[in-house]
């Protein structure tokens, strides 16, 4: 049995649990409460409007494109103020970075030592109209000194003190790495919405058997990847199975409750040398949850948390994200030992 199935009784919820946490200090605390509970009521909106989303006509494309010159969907954009909104409202959000925007949003009314979210508002838009999994992703950033600079994001003082996705599928799940830990919650509509856990923290089971990637793309990878994904299909004891859905959340959500390694590599390709997935808003959350499951995620060579980011805050990087076990026989294998 799987650890997101163990029959124990869900009373905790995630302001228990960040109260209860003692590694974070009561100054952080009182930020962290109000944005994780922006999150989740966020989270609540756009299950029930995911849920109802064919019958309000709501699932398909918004007739335009984003900063990174994907077809937009009308719920990335329904996700995009809904988020937005509720963060703004809870005043400790200094700035947000968005996969929907261009530049941060600012938000003068706020606190001036307010935190920074970059998020990811609803990942995996294309399994949106055919009723798959889709994610929201947010990663919480506080200022490591006053700099007094507006623009935080271009600034490389930050650091990151959450990270959270949600799952839209068929339970609502929320998912929170704070303080070395890594926490799952499942959304009860019989009980007003509320995100309910068991409080014990998520650990990647060893010895999975789940690899994730998207094979039509192996012509374009580099040769060391093409041998490690040749070899795990021809040689690697045990069997894996493959397993991929095309949303990153929900990809990975199976694969730390399961024990699955996700693999987004670089192609060779001019302009998609450093793989799909962004830095800020999707590998970083991503890599503190990974961490704070006893996994990790790297690019291939080293720590996603190790990467500074740059001035590009859309900046992509390959991901390699799953339990320490799996990610270092990887590393292993093509040659750059973890
Ligand atoms: P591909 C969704 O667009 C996304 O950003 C991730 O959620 C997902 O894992 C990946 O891209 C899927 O990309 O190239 O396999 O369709």
Redesign the pocket.
Known sequence: MDQGDKSTIRTKTPTEIILATPGLSPELKQKLLPIISALTRGGKIMSSLIARGPLLGITGSAGKENVQGEEVQTLDRIGQDTFCRVLEETQKVRELLSEEEPLPTFFPESDPDGLLVAMDPL????NISVNASIGSIFAVFRRSKTTGKENLFGGDDRELVAGAYILYSASTSFVMAIDQKTYLFTMDPSFGGEFLGTGEPLHFPAGGKIYST?ESYFPLWEKRIQDYILWVKSERQPVMTSRYI???VG?LHRNLLKGGIYL?PAEGVPGKGHG??RLLYEAYPMALICQFAGGIATDGIRSILSIKPGSDLHARVPLIAGPMDLVSEFHKKTGNPL
Request: charge should be negative; avoid cysteine.
């Open positions: 990942d995996g838009s294309s998207n095309g949303a990153l990809d987004y799909k997935l």
